[in-house]
């Protein structure tokens, strides 16, 4: 039901445990189902008989299975987002889906946040989003006039590379940010991660090597092995992604493709120094990659101006450089703009083109109606800064409440804390612990692509209203301490 690497340093049996914990986890795969026999999975996979059973030992020593002598082994979770309770009958109905193969591994793993709604946890720091009470902010008053303004275009197809008027006020927003682009060489999308998948289905195919940021925005990683690419990720330091060990990538196995988000970095909120900035587009020069560029979170800084995108330093077309308007804008209208040059462009709208034709009218005029509202420049400001207010009290809970021996860090920007943990925690199972505890926060592991790093997690702070985060971030505080003084605990496994 699913791929695994075998040319990956990380062992089979430990690759076949990830993959089912993260269907667990999310509840794609529900309580009570069986998994298949040890043999099934071994001739479906081509392993040993011993790779399996280790990978359901493994799954059993994480609280996510349970081996029922002479009947097999089943999903055992006291606890799955978004699912009802046990509903083993139900399931077994599709137990031939199981043998289905997939190449959406990882998926499953955002489906936290999706799937799980307020009643089932009340504190969602997984949910790197904007409070709605902010994002109306930017919503102009007569939105109801723009979507009756929008009703003759719905009876015609839009242009596949956007509406005019929006890639229009798209280049004089981005040359607030020191970008200078022509409203021909911009591409409305579907959300920045239809553009990285454009970018994907454009450039990348199986054994093409794609480089990473370690940790990364894990709806990236999913979609470049969905293309089969070879992912290979490279630690950050606090200037941004590492170029001696990029330049030592570049020499032994070059990449095709480097995906960054050098401006509050998603998760640990790093802003990439214009120097690396430079150094990197300079590497791309000389070894001939694409760098793209996910600007997701630049319009939410807590620093003033943030340095200017890599783009606006590339003279020979080597970045496409993606700016969302999912993050202090409008998630729901899922509309982002791609800037890009020469024949990488074209591709990029062809694309596109085969993908779904151009995105929808109604929600690029809504975008656009929000881009050029009269106050806009100043309501931007005025979210930064209540988003500031929110970061600020979950670092103040943090450090009045946090057990010893935890580390966080304090962006400059964006939506997201990174919290590191002593190295024996693990936040996989600790996320259940916070599940009963009303709190969801994001694992790290979801973020690293091979690594074998469980001792971090990301906390949103956006989203939920000053009162709640306060109370989230105490809850998740009291999940931590008890985590830590009851190490060796078997919720808790030592890994
Ligand atoms: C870094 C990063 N890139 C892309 C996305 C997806 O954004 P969009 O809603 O624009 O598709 C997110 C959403 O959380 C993100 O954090």
Redesign the pocket.
């Known amino acids: 039901m699913f791929h695994i690497q075998r040319d990956s340093s990380v062992p089979l049996s430990e690759q076949i445990c990830r993959e089912f914990a993260d269907r667990i986890r999310t509840g794609i795969l529900a309580n009570g189902s069986r998994l298949p026999s040890v043999r099934e999975l071994a001739d479906m996979l081509d392993v040993s008989l011993v790779t399996v059973v280790q990978a359901y030992r493994l799954l059993e020593q994480r609280g996510l299975a349970k081996r029922i002598h002479g009947k097999g082994t089943f999903v055992h979770t006291t606890s799955q987002p978004g699912q009802g309770g046990n509903n083993a009958t139900g399931t077994q109905a599709y137990d031939w889906q199981l043998a289905v193969v997939d190449y959406l591994p990882r998926a499953a793993v955002l489906g936290i946040h999706g799937r799980t709604t307020s009643a089932d946890v009340p504190y969602k720091l997984s949910t790197?989003s904007l409070d709605p009470a902010l994002s109306s902010l930017l919503f102009p008053r007569d939105i109801g006039q723009v979507v009756q303004r929008a009703m003759p275009s719905l009876a015609e197809y839009g242009p596949v590379d956007g509406l005019e008027a929006l890639r229009r006020d798209v280049v004089s927003y981005l040359r607030e940010f020191g970008l200078t682009a022509h409203p021909d060489k911009i591409l409305i999308v579907n959300?920045?991660?239809q553009a990285i998948d454009l970018a994907a289905r454009a450039f990348l195919g199986p054994g093409d090597v794609v480089v990473v940021e370690a940790p990364t925005?894990p709806?990236a990683i999913d979609v470049f092995r969905s293309r089969g690419a070879t992912i290979v990720s490279i630690p950050m330091d606090a200037e941004g992604i590492r170029l001696d060990l990029l330049t030592r990538q570049c020499d032994q196995n070059p990449p095709k493709l480097v995906y960054t988000?050098p401006t509050f970095h998603?998760p640990t909120g790093i802003v990439m120094s214009t120097r690396r900035r430079r150094q990197l587009l300079e590497l791309a020069e000389s070894c001939q990659f694409l760098i793209l560029e996910?600007d997701?979170f630049s319009d939410c800084s807590f620093m003033g101006p943030p340095p200017p995108p890599i783009r606006s330093l590339d003279k020979h077309g080597h970045v496409i450089y993606v700016k969302?308007f999912?993050k202090v804008f409008a998630?729901g209208c899922?509309v982002?703009a791609v800037s890009s040059s020469g024949s990488i462009h074209t591709r990029l709208i062809a694309a596109k083109t085969v993908s779904d034709l151009g995105s929808p009218v109604i929600t690029q005029m809504l975008v656009h109606a929000c881009l050029t509202h009269p106050k806009r420049r100043q309501r931007v400001l005025d979210i930064a800064k209540a988003v500031q207010r929110k970061r600020d009290i979950a670092l103040e809970v943090l450090s009045e409440q946090a057990p010893p021996g935890i580390s966080w860090t304090s962006p400059q920007g964006g939506y997201n804390l990174w919290v590191t943990l002593p190295p024996h925690v693990n936040t996989d199972a600790l996320l259940i612990e916070a599940l009963h505890a009303g709190v969801s926060f994001l694992p790290g592991s979801a973020c690293y692509v091979n690594e074998n790093v469980r001792h971090q997690l990301r906390i949103s702070y956006a989203w939920l209203d000053d009162d709640a985060l306060r109370e989230g971030v105490s809850r998740l505080c009291g999940v931590l301490r008890s985590a830590l003084e009851s190490t060796g605990d078997h919720h808790l496994p030592v890994l």
Do not use: K, L, T
């Open positions: 790197a959300g920045v991660q925005y709806g988000m998603n996910d997701s969302g999912s998630p899922r982002a």
